[in-house]
């Protein structure tokens, strides 16, 4: 974890019952960091890059992405975040989605994914993956933002 | 193409009745003339006869005249003369006149003409005769003078000339009777050649007619030939067509049953970690329950003690069990629609090796059902994708070995045959058949048949069945309950890859 700024975690899901599952099994594994929720791409963008207390501006995030969002492709998010010149292009991007296509998976890792965690539908095995990238999110060092220009 | 055909059907009936019945008339004509020909020469032979009869006739006349002038002549000779040699000549030609003129007779029995005209002659002839032999008596005693007196008295210059006109006469008759059998015989030649121009004239009609019939029929066959020929160049554009417009639906259905069940699996995901979210509330319920069914019994009633210890439970297990279900049939579409989407790579296949490879790969299985598998050779060269023809053989190797007849050891016979531009594999077994009544349905999704003793989904057939479907093949099952079954999978010989999948 930082050490000057608590990471904020940002999780863009339109499945408002799977972010709170995710959320309660980040709770479980002793994750305690705000947890921002977007059920869409375009206000998680606007809070990714225009928001004053969003991570652009200010701080370091964690991004917990899925792939299918009611209004654009994860895949466009993924690309706006780790493009070139981007102040968030250095933030771990972690695709939590229920795709396994295997060029799906390439894609993400192309763009610059840092981990992609299919969805397991048996919920043991859920809850097991969510609460190991809560205990791997616990020794994850996210670098800090360089502010925009 | 069926227009087409028909018409051609209905013109070759047309056009053959037609032919037929020029081919009759042309007979009847030709016919007609040879009896008209044969009538013909009859009449000219009768009238041949006649004339013949005409000629003898004439003859005849003329020979009798002849007696009688010769006769004459002789007794004049024996009256001037007196020698016994005219004499002679005179008794010889006067015995040979009778003769001569029953000829005559008979000659011309049947025109009463002639006969009224003979009887004449006779009567003059014998009056002639008479005087004759009178004179010639007198001579004979040697009265030659008063002979001479009777000669000269006697008056038959005049009767012998009524005796050549008579004759004449007859002659007459007979030459008019001649000229009536010449124009007999003319007409009957003007009849023939009639006959012959208008049989002529039919048979030209009817070869004329028939050219132009087999003229137009040609040209009838040409055009559907070439109309013919143009639906054989664009049908193969109709099947391109068609094809395209398959395999765009296909991917379609694919891209269809790709998203739904992915999209079938979020709210699944939900279902089930609430569930068992429900599952762990539930315990520190039941725990509650526990505790106050120990230190304060009189505060729970029956019906909180059975939600907590049996309802939620229950319930929450039919739940999973429901839900695990689910999960198991939408990753089968999943794999299907996976299958679909899969590029096809064909390349030359060795079917007997794919075949045993088949069968060695589930060979444990295959023992332990006690079955015996059989691969026919030769195999036919087929060019296909080698993965997807070796998943339907093990997929239909796999089904004969399962669904046996009970006692009876399985025998699993896989053959394959070459039938023109397909190859036909077969895999055929002795088991326990399956109901016809379910020979599609066993091809659809989940579909399964017989008895549910055996495990499984009833995902099998229907990724044979997409699989051939994406070989350009088609599949198909023989059987009847208890009597095993041959499942035939129907291939081209070589794989085209389709032109237009891109369009998808």
């Given amino acids: ?149 | 193409m069926l227009g087409i055909a028909g018409r051609l059907a209905s013109g070759r009936g047309k056009f053959s009745r037609v032919l037929v019945g020029f081919m009759v008339a042309g007979f009847a004509c030709l016919l007609a003339t040879g009896l008209a020909a044969g009538w013909v020469t009859q009449k000219i032979q009768y009238h041949s006869g006649w004339v013949n009869h005409t000629y003898q006739v004439e003859i005849a006349i003329n020979r009798a005249s002849l007696l009688i002038e010769q006769e004459e002549t002789s007794r004049r000779g024996y009256l001037l003369t007196g020698l016994p040699v005219y004499r002679e000549a005179y008794d010889d030609y006067a015995a040979a006149l009778p003769g001569a003129l029953d000829r005559i007779a008979e000659l011309t029995a049947d025109n009463p003409v002639q006969r009224a005209a003979i009887g004449r002659l006779r009567q003059h002839v014998a009056a002639l005769e008479a005087q004759r032999a009178r004179v010639t008596a007198i001579m004979d005693n040697g009265q030659r003078a008063a002979a001479l007196i009777a000669f000269a008295n006697e008056t038959s210059i005049r009767r012998m000339r009524v005796i050549r006109d008579q004759a004449s006469d007859m002659l007459a008759e007979e030459r008019r009777l001649l000229a009536e059998r010449d124009a007999e015989q003319a007409a009957s030649v003007r009849a023939f050649y009639v006959i012959l121009a208008v049989a002529a004239g039919i048979l030209l009609v009817v070869a004329i007619t028939s050219l132009l019939t087999i003229l137009r029929y040609t040209r009838d066959l040409a055009s559907s030939r070439d109309s013919l020929r143009q639906l054989n160049e664009t049908l193969e554009d109709q099947v391109t067509e068609r094809t395209s417009d398959l395999s765009r639906a296909n991917d379609e259905i694919q891209r269809f049953a790709y998203i739904v069940s992915h999209d079938l699996r979020s709210p699944l995901v939900n279902v089930m970690g609430f569930t068992a979210e429900l599952s762990t509330a539930a315990k520190p319920l039941t725990d509650l329950i526990d505790v106050v069914e120990e230190k304060a019994p009189e505060l729970l009633t029956q019906e909180m003690k059975l939600a907590a210890r049996e309802d939620l439970p229950e319930a929450i297990g039919f739940i999973r069990t429901s839900t695990q279900k689910m999960d198991r049939l939408i990753n089968a579409i999943l794999r299907l629609s996976r299958e679909g989407r899969r590029v096809i790579a064909p390349e030359p296949i060795d079917l007997a090796a794919i075949a045993d490879n088949a069968v060695a790969a589930i060979r444990h299985v295959i023992d332990d059902r006690g079955a015996t598998v059989t691969v026919e050779r030769p195999m036919p060269d087929l060019v296909s994708d080698r993965l997807a023809v070796e998943q339907i053989l093990s997929n239909l190797i796999e089904n004969a070995t399962k669904y046996l007849q009970p006692g009876r050891p399985g025998q699993i016979r896989i053959s394959a045959t070459r039938a023109r531009d397909r190859v036909i594999i077969a895999v055929a077994d002795n088991g326990r058949g399956i109901d016809p009544r379910d020979h599609q349905r066993i091809f659809d999704l989940f579909r399964r048949s017989g008895t549910q003793d055996q495990p499984g989904e009833g995902i099998g057939l229907a990724h044979v069945r997409a699989l051939a479907y994406r070989l350009g093949g088609t599949i198909d099952v023989a059987s009847r309950l208890g009597e095993g079954a041959t499942f035939r999978l129907n291939l081209p010989a070589t794989y085209q890859i389709p032109q237009e999948n891109a369009a998808a």
């Fill in chain 1, 1 to 149: 974890m930082n050490q000057h700024q608590p990471v904020g975690i940002v999780m863009i899901e339109d499945d408002e019952g799977h972010a709170r599952l995710i959320e309660k099994n980040i709770r479980r594994a002793g994750i305690l960091n705000d947890v921002r929720h977007f059920t869409d791409g375009t206000s998680a963008l606007d809070f990714l890059f225009e928001a004053p207390d969003g991570p652009a501006k200010n701080g370091p995030a964690l991004i917990l992405l899925d792939l299918n969002l009611p209004d654009m492709s994860g895949t466009d998010i993924l690309a706006r975040i780790k493009a070139e010149g981007s102040p968030l292009r250095r933030a771990p991007v972690v695709v939590l989605t229920t795709t396994d296509d295997k060029v799906e998976i390439q894609r993400c890792y192309d763009l610059g994914c840092n981990v992609y965690i299919t969805k397991p539908v048996d919920y043991d095995s859920f809850a097991q993956a969510i609460r190991q990238l809560g205990l791997f999110l616990t020794v994850i060092q996210v670098p800090d933002i360089e502010p925009a220009e």
